[in-house]
């Protein structure tokens, strides 16, 4: 080594009386944007279709994977025994996603001998920081064991290993990383780094795989904050790849740890070690990377949010009026890069003595930044002194006081965090997906309760990239004649949280946005007659 200088689920089976009858709706005729300038940097994995089966008053999903995935190599003596489990299993709602668990695919590994009476079982949650699998887990033994002829329940927690949403062409030491939280202020002195660190190590408490990148090159507080035995980054000679130093069981990179202290160094020439160092790094199988965003919204805070696809950000702000300012700015830069703002910590909000509870520096910056822009959650910090000292010594508050009141603060944002992140996930990963039974694709946009569908043909024929649009005119290259009435999507994946990638059996991977795939005409049912039985 050498010191590194930094230069599914149960099946539903359903049968229709004949297929549903589509016809076109028409959208009044809107110009289509051109695609974000971060399109290029993400790529996907593939995603299992959701199907969608239409009854006259309701729209049934079915189960998210097929019955093997929940029985795996069971000996189940009679269907009857296994619908009896999974049914009583469908009584437990996931209150994030707002199913049963058993529609969620969390049901792995079914195996049931009725003549013994014996039930064995693994629930796999998305995440092993889930802050329920405890009440998953009792609720699962109470409601099979409470089937007649049940005497023994066995259920065993896990949970989905890390990996990202995103595509395969991720920088490496990025692909087993299954969420990317930003925790951002936009101006410097508001506590953000001391958030930063005490919500990874929140996470890590409720067992989640944490990581640490400390973006801020000109003034990295990391070092500062932790103290790692290896306090220097080291270099895999062969790979070329850069090791992590770590403390209490969280992975840390900083340029601080660089050896290099702190850079004197001109915005690309940063933008540059940013990326060496976050994409070169073997993060290995994290659930959580928590990168702590430095102050603004330059070049170096977009490239960030290019390089990575970020799952959710976290803002920092304070009471001032002055704080709010400068947050906005962050917020509408997250907004326009599709990137959703999942809680607010306003810090240093106020004291207590003598009794009283005092606001030294006015009140409301959190909260008009959660109203203005919507976000869901608001957390209050505290002015603690042992706060600010424990990020100066080294140890952070929630390692060195878990039980106090800062801390239960961080657990709280810690359930949020993991909680929004789920959603996103799910919403993302389901948001467009192709029903070959009626031939159509389904677009549900993540925080939208809108639903409609596209003819395959019509998405393809807006396509407009280079391919089918001549970037310099703007002629139309593609023409209506050169894509097939007949034509259906070969893969959907989900790209960030604004857009899809479809791939067409030409070889075509199209990007298409969100905002692009709502301008498009839409089908609408016309007569829909199907019978749905269980």
Known sequence: MQVLHAPSSPHLSIQTSKPPHLTWGFLPSVSVNSLPFSTLHFSLHSQKDQRLLWTPHKRVTSRAASVEDAVGDSSVSTGTAEGDVLKALSQIIDPDFGTDIVTCGFVKDLQIDKALGEVSFRLELTTPACPIKDMFEQKANEVVAMLPWVKNVKVTMSAQ???????????????????????????????????AVNLAYT?????????????????????????????????????????????????????????????IMRGPMVSGVINQLLTTTEWGELDYLIID???????????????VPLTAAVIVTTPQKLSFIDVAKGVRMFS????????????????????????????????????????????????????????????????ADPQGEVSKIFQNLGVCVVQQCAKIRQQVSTAVTYDKTIKAIKVKVPDSKEEFFLHPATVRRNDRSAQSVDEWTGEQKLQYNDVPEDIEPEEIRPMGNYAVSITWPDGFSQIAPYDQLQTMERLVDDVFEPSVQA
């Open 161 to 195: 290993p890390a990996r990202p949403i995103y595509a395969e062409q991720l920088p490496a030491g990025l692909q087993t990383i299954s969420n990317i939280v930003a925790v951002s202020s936009c101006k410097g002195g508001v506590g953000k780094s001391t958030v």
């Open 203 to 263: 996470l890590a408490d409720m067992g989640a795989r944490v990581g640490i990148f400390d973006a801020d090159v000109y003034g990295p507080s990391l070092p500062t904050m932790v103290s790692p035995e290896n306090r220097l980054l080291l270099m895999d000679p062969v790979k070329k790849t850069i090791l992590p130093t770590e403390y209490s069981g969280v992975k840390l990179v900083s340029f601080g740890f660089a050896g290099q202290g702190r850079a």
């Open 293 to 307: 965003m430095p102050p603004g919204t330059g070049d170096i805070q977009l490239t960030l949010c290019q390089i």
């Open 336 to 399: 326009k890069l599709k990137v959703p703002c999942v809680a607010v910590v306003e810090n240093m909000c106020h004291f207590d003595a003598d009794g009283k509870r005092y606001y030294p520096f006015g009140r409301g910056s959190g909260s008009q930044v959660v109203q203005q822009f919507g976000i869901p959650h608001l957390f209050d910090l505290p002015i603690r002194p042992t706060l600010s000292a424990s990020g100066d010594s080294g140890m952070p508050e929630v390692v």
